[in-house]
């Protein structure tokens, strides 16, 4: 249906419309990675024919699979999703003048508790995230606040599969 100009309800329509939002997947337990890369190692240099209880790797190759496994598992249950809201310029200028006492972290930190929507989370919660999670799973929380407040709302579907077409090679 086809709504023309003169029918447009625009307070209807902004009575629906939504921030830009962006969500990003960090893990509680990012240190089993460690242990993830020397089981990897481990296996690859494994014989694939030794037996399963094997006496070189302490059980075979089989028995490092199994545990890559469940460490693995165990990361990936970590998983915490946080979806982070655009601020509007003045938003952030309201929290900058609610605290012009605090330094630029003090100051990150109370913007980003009131842009994260999922969990929710206070100004400390935040800071103390940043220090157990670590530089680089942050720096994807803070990118995803960026994204939100700054770039324009798209959908990419790159990552889905592309249909098959007759001179692509498919079939």
């Given amino acids: ?3 023309s100009p003169q029918d447009f309800d625009f307070d209807k329509w902004l009575d629906d419309a939504e921030r ?11 240190g089993l990675i460690a242990d993830l890369d020397a089981l990897a190692e481990k296996i690859v240099g494994a014989d694939d024919a030794e037996e399963v209880d094997g006496p070189s790797m302490g059980g075979g190759v089989g028995k490092l699979r199994t545990e890559y496994a469940k460490l693995a598992k165990q990361f990936h ?3 915490l999703t946080i979806r982070v809201q655009s601020l509007t310029q003045d938003e952030q200028r309201e929290i900058g003048a609610e605290h012009k006492d605090m330094d630029a972290y ?5 913007t980003l508790s009131k842009a994260i929507t ?9 800071q103390r995230l940043a220090r157990v999670i670590g530089d680089g799973q942050f720096a994807r929380i803070m990118n995803a606040y960026r994204q939100a407040c700054n770039e324009v709302p798209a959908v990419s579907a790159d990552f889905l599969p592309k249909p098959s077409t007759q001179g692509d090679g498919g079939e």
């Fill in 1 to 3: 249906m086809t709504v």
């Fill in 77 to 79: 249950d970590s998983a």
């Fill in 118 to 126: 999922s969990p929710k989370m206070t100004a400390k919660q935040v």
């Fill in 106 to 110: 003090e100051l990150g930190s109370h």
């Fill in 20 to 30: 830009p939002e962006r969500a990003v997947t960090v893990y509680q337990k990012a």
